[in-house]
């Protein structure tokens, strides 16, 4: 028992990644614990570990007198001159401590809280290991992939989860796969670790562009803001703090060579990179490039902004599935609202109709929502598919194809 137990202390400090000072102080502290279960106190004890040799020795220090009160501390000068008769009373009497002395239930309850001991410890450096490193990107292995979540081993064997929810919409992987990913967060559940990665988040695009752009790196460009539709499209704004430096060229690189990597990590999500400036308008008119903006009406109080196009911009502006529009608005942190404008810059329409006219055939609530998302008129709302105009207004696809329909008899 006594070689089963001490030989692996070096073991236990090698694989479990635990420094001596912490391996010696646990292995004190347990030896310490079942004395003083099998005595009331342990003070009188000397225990000496040398976990570079795997030794252990521990002294029981007993005081020599006449008459014994208490056994733990104190030792008969009789019993005491069955070791050397040269004792006197008063003097000093250590004895040895041997493994077997604990006793068999002893040992196993000395293992028992080894291990108990040293699992924390590896939960406790693992959390820490991790929550110093939130926010930074990791490659790890799928160890297993399932329909919620999958799986992932770092260098060091240890599991981290990479939820669905966190998962690019196109990710598909499969055991053995490397995936790289942001740690995302880092808390305890039930006293175990549990180290979340995400892929979805804005700050694992931050993180690919300060791995492949060395200017960001280095501090010479700062990313000011990041929004993304994971898969489908982000919006990234940037400034320089040296002139000489362009921004956005130093960011899609030679050829595209720096975007490229970025957006194939990304599952082809498209990037738009976009300087960054205090000017809202300017901020509003960078976001929703290349359409070109007539001009635009910004209230400060409902954080709402009317941009008026025409007519061949504003599908532009608002993009596949309204990608572009939403993603403009999340960055330059307005709700923004596209209208259509005649050649001469007037809101009105010789051959269309503006949505208010069918309030008697169509009721206001969808009016409203509708004109929510920029479509103010029969044909706009007409330009627009069903499932889009589900999507951006929030809508049931029938109420849009009762509604296309009426608007529609309107012309023919």
């Not at 949505?355 to 929510?372: C, H, R, S, T, V």
Request: glycine share 6%; aromatic share 6%.
């Amino acid at each position: 028992m006594e070689v089963n137990l001490i030989s692996t202390f070096a073991e236990f400090k090698d694989l479990k990644n635990i420094d001596r000072a912490t391996l010696m102080s646990v292995l004190e502290d347990i030896f310490r614990t079942q004395l003083i279960k099998m005595y009331g106190s342990a003070d009188n004890f000397d225990i000496i570990i040398n976990i570079d040799k795997g030794d252990l020795e521990i002294w029981r220090n007993r005081e020599v007198v006449d008459v014994v009160e208490d056994p733990n501390t104190q030792i008969s000068l009789e019993e005491a001159h069955k070791f050397d008769p040269s004792y006197e009373i008063g003097e000093d009497f250590s004895q040895e401590f041997k493994m077997e002395d604990f006793g068999r239930r002893g040992i196993l309850n000395l293992r028992q809280n080894l291990q108990g001991r040293i699992a924390d410890i590896e939960k406790a450096n693992l959390f820490n290991k991790y929550k110093n490193k939130e926010g930074e990107i990791i490659v790890g292995e799928i160890y297993q992939s399932w329909k919620r979540e999958a799986l992932i081993m770092d260098e060091d064997g240890k599991e981290l989860v990479l939820p669905k929810s966190e998962q690019i919409p196109s990710d598909h992987f499969k055991k053995g796969d490397t995936v790289k990913a942001v740690i995302e967060k880092v808390d305890m559940r039930n006293n175990i670790p549990v180290i979340t990665l995400s892929r979805t988040s804005s700050s694992f695009l931050e993180r690919l562009f300060e791995q492949e752009v060395p200017e960001i790196f280095d501090g010479l460009i700062t990313i000011k803001k990041v929004v993304r539709i994971p898969g489908e499209r982000a919006k990234v704004a940037v400034e320089s703090y040296d002139e000489r430096i362009d921004p956005v060229g130093a960011c899609v690189g030679v050829n595209g060579s720096r975007i490229k990597g970025i957006v194939r990590e990304l599952r082809n999500e498209n990037i738009d990179i976009i300087p960054w400036t205090n000017n809202v308008q300017l901020l509003i008119s960078r976001a929703l490039s290349p359409a070109q903006i007539v001009s635009m009406e910004i209230n400060e109080e409902t954080r709402r902004v009317r941009v008026n196009l025409n007519p061949s911009d504003v599908s532009v502006a608002i993009g596949k599935n309204g990608y572009n529009i939403k993603l403009a608005g999340m960055l330059v942190g307005y709700e923004i609202d596209v209208f259509r404008v005649s050649e001469d810059g007037e809101d009105t329409y010789e051959e269309d109709v503006l949505l208010d006219e069918f309030n008697d055939e169509i009721d206001q609530w969808i009016i409203d929502a509708l004109k929510g998302i920029g479509c103010d008129t029969a044909k706009s709302v007409l330009a627009v598919s069903v499932e889009e105009l589900s999507k951006r207004a929030d809508l049931d696809e029938e109420t849009v194809e009762d509604v296309q329909k009426i608007l529609r008899a309107e012309f023919e």
